[in-house]
């Protein structure tokens, strides 16, 4: 699905850019894919897609419960 339409990103693209290259914040997914950069609309979608794979890739790796929310913002 669409989560930002000012740049056209969609919320696969912003897992992908979280599994290559470590991003875990709405800043950094903003530096690098534009999220969040114009009307800023997309925000409280992006962090929830953000948080959604954070908790993903804890359990995946971890296998603790350590979910980093406070990364997200
Ligand atoms: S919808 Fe993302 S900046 Fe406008």
């Known amino acids: ?30 530096v690098h894919l534009g999220v969040g950069a114009q009307c800023g609309r997309c925000a409280q979608c992006a962090r929830q897609v953000i948080a959604t794979e954070l908790e993903r890739q804890c359990a995946t790796e971890c296998g603790r419960c350590c979910v980093p929310i406070a990364a997200v913002a």
């Open 1 to 30: 699905m669409f989560v930002c339409l000012c740049h056209n990103v969609t919320d696969g693209q912003i897992r992908q850019a979280m599994r290559e290259h470590g991003i875990s914040s709405l800043r950094e997914v903003r």
